[in-house]
């Protein structure tokens, strides 16, 4: 049994689907086949079942993927450990999208003057597809916004972000020289999708004020929702950081009156699995502007 027909494995099961783990491998179907026949053969019990557009994983399955899990969790760590110099390697960033572009940059090149020699792999996917693979080992820290429901993590908050109103320029409420979220109620909204962090913290907003929003766009891209807000498709709720590198004229930010809306943002990562100097590093790094936004007050936009 070879370490590379376990990660085999468990690529299959995550994908459900040879074609799929064979992409992301870089392998070829009847390769990736191959090294599943001998794990089964080696095993004496089927892993799959195969299915005309899938393959579930068999009770015998489950309880080996689990096992298989932990002990190359437990392999990786060892591997970590024994090179960890606090200069070289790498770091497994997750970052939800409606931060990436925004923050990441400065914290990368700041990171990047302190440590030249490590490499940070930086990737862009929804909270839940996040702490999923936190848990699995496949990252190592993670910038996400609250709420979290994850157990088994360890969770610290960053900063408070404002959640700006975002108009199309010429907009009624534009004109307005205080705006309330009620003031909100009835206009078409444009959103990002349910799986976006941002969309639930939206709508608990709305629902504590007693605002039902009118969503007639959704999409999975921040950058999309700004465009069809440029293009009067309506209106929507953003993080403050996307009004930094934001200068179209067709759009217009507001903030509320009042208490404004706003997002925690936090960083989070399993501890139960081994902690690189260097991710330690990184995350004193993000610890700073938890620091900076105490001295500025609770809001950092």
């Not at 709720?237 to 934001?246: I, K, Q, S, W």
Request: charged share 25%.
């Amino acid at each position: 049994m070879e370490l590379s027909q376990l990660r085999n494995f468990l690529k299959i099961a995550e994908h459900q689907s040879i074609t799929r783990a064979a992409d992301e491998l870089g392998l070829s179907q009847p390769a990736l086949s191959r090294s599943l026949q001998k794990l089964e053969e080696e095993l004496g019990r089927p892993l799959f079942e195969r299915q005309s557009r899938q393959m579930m994983l068999t009770e015998a399955g489950r309880l080996f993927e689990s096992r298989v899990r932990f002990a190359l969790s437990v392999l990786d760590d060892a591997q970590l450990e024994i090179n960890d110099d606090g200069k070289t390697g790498r770091i497994r960033l997750g970052v939800i999208p409606t931060i990436t572009p925004y923050f990441i940059p400065q914290v990368l090149r700041e990171f990047g003057k302190l440590y030249p020699q490590a490499t940070v792999i930086v990737q862009e996917d929804v909270t839940q597809h996040l702490l999923q693979r936190l848990s699995q080992g496949e990252l190592d820290l993670a910038i996400m916004a609250l709420p979290v429901t994850a157990k088994y993590v360890e969770i610290r908050e960053l900063f408070d972000e404002e959640l700006l109103l975002v108009l199309p320029a010429g907009h009624p409420l534009a004109e307005r020289k205080s705006i309330r979220l009620t003031d909100t109620q009835g206009y078409p909204f444009v959103m990002l999708d349910e799986a976006h962090c941002l969309s639930d913290n939206i709508l608990s907003i709305c629902r504590q004020r007693a605002i039902q929003p009118v969503t007639i766009e959704k999409t999975s891209q921040l950058t999309t929702v700004l465009e069809l807000v440029a293009l009067n498709h309506g209106i929507s709720l953003v993080p403050a950081m996307a009004r930094l590198t934001d200068n179209h004229p067709s759009r217009v930010y507001r903030s509320f009156a009042g208490e404004p809306p706003h997002r925690t943002i936090v960083m989070v990562w399993n501890p139960y699995r081994f902690e690189s100097r260097l991710q330690k590093a990184l995350a004193k790094v993000l610890e700073r502007y938890r620091a900076t936004s105490k001295r500025n007050g609770s809001r950092k936009g």
